[in-house]
């Protein structure tokens, strides 16, 4: 698709009735579009919010604007990314009132100036827009592989991350994703770009906002691979949803900022959902899937060349191996922290062993394998493949 045309999600989206959508904060911003338009073409979405009142505000904004929209559709999901123990939750409530899932979109993310920490020290940024889906997309696989079992089916996982990265980081940083400590430790410089411009732009911490952004394309990236190499038949695709002046970007900057966000070189929320809606369900899309699986896209659907980390290996493999091994460990910190169950000595070496031993597994084998990419599956999800 040409990045001068714009998709038109009402005319381009197909019937989606029968489909089930899961999409993380869709309570705002290019949250909220994207779950408005999604049940506008008939599919049942589960979006996710932190609280019932935030999800019954995006519910009543939509139905204003929209009053023959059946608000049955939009089903508020109770979801905390930072929380594993809330991530599996919320997995686990889908499991017991749906029988597939169609379309997963990993929307949600965060951008701040805190330094403030998720489980067993994961750096914020790094935790609820890397970890947490993470999670969330292994977790749901087994429903995401049972609905490719449908006649017609079309199944995609569909990840937001940012042309940010393009504008803060040269094209030979130094990313850390293969250091095992690359959660709590995320960014180990900061580059000129920041140093001498980006600052002065920003409140919040762009540099660690980019950085969990670039985790999420090389998430999806490899994701894709491993699908393929399981005989899977999902899309797995990231993208930018272009520079939107939504209500959390508008509190990202400095007054400089905000100046240049009222330019029409910002989208406005609706315009900004229409990458992702592209990708989720035009048809053009899953016929040229060759094309567009594992790809990266900005607007409007256009397939685009992402930073060149994304062809260094060695970060992916860092990444989806550190955080697989990170995995076991942070489960056993919230299922102790957050629920304060008691856990066995036994119990508590069962999931670490675990993580170690796949990490074990992916360094023998020069790489994480279809094997402990099922094993981390199960483990996430507490279901058989």
Request: charged fraction near 20%.
């Amino acid at each position: 698709m040409s990045s001068t045309s714009r998709w038109d999600p009402l005319t381009g989206m197909p019937n989606l009735e029968g489909k089930v959508v899961v999409v993380t904060g869709g309570n705002s911003g290019i949250g909220l579009s994207t779950i408005k338009y999604l049940a506008l073409r008939g599919a049942r979405v589960y979006f996710s919010a932190r609280s019932a009142d935030k999800a019954q505000k995006a519910r009543d904004t939509i139905k204003s604007a929209n009053p023959e929209l059946d608000q049955s559709r939009l089903i508020w999901l109770p979801l905390d990314l930072a929380d594993l123990k809330s991530v599996r939750t919320a997995a686990e409530q889908l499991t017991k009132k749906e029988t597939k899932i169609d379309i997963l979109i990993n929307n949600a993310g965060v951008a701040t100036a805190s330094t403030e920490t998720a489980g067993p020290g994961w750096e914020w940024h790094m935790a609820i827009g890397h970890v947490g889906h993470f999670v969330l997309t292994n977790s749901l696989l087994p429903l995401l592989k049972r609905a490719t079992q449908e006649n017609g089916a079309d199944v995609r996982i569909i990840t937001l991350s940012s042309n940010v990265t393009h504008d803060v980081f040269p094209a030979n940083y130094e990313f850390v994703f293969d250091s095992p400590k690359f959660l709590q430790s995320p960014v180990p410089y900061y580059p000129w770009q920041w140093r001498y411009f980006g600052k002065y732009l920003f409140v919040v911490d762009m540099i660690r906002y980019a950085t969990s952004k670039v985790a999420s394309l090389l998430f999806a990236q490899e994701l894709q691979r491993l699908l393929d190499e399981a005989d899977l038949p999902i899309l797995s695709i990231s993208l930018h949803p272009g520079r939107v002046a939504s209500e959390g970007a508008l509190r990202i900057g400095t007054p400089v900022f905000s100046l240049i966000q009222k330019t029409p070189l910002f989208l406005t929320p609706d315009q900004g959902a229409v990458t992702s809606l592209f990708a989720a369900t035009a048809g053009e899309v899953r016929d040229n899937a060759e094309e567009y699986k594992g790809k990266y896209l900005e607007p409007f659907g256009q397939v685009w060349e992402p930073h060149p980390v994304a062809e260094d290996k060695k970060q992916i493999r860092g990444l989806w191996d550190n955080t697989t091994s990170e995995i076991g460990y942070g489960l056993v910190y919230f299922y102790r922290r957050a629920l304060n169950l008691y856990m066995t000595d036994q119990t508590d070496s069962d999931f670490t062993n675990r993580a170690r031993h796949r990490r074990t597994q992916g360094d023998r084998r020069g790489r994480t394998g279809k094997t402990s990419y099922k094993q981390l599956t199960e483990l996430v999800s507490g279901h058989k493949l």
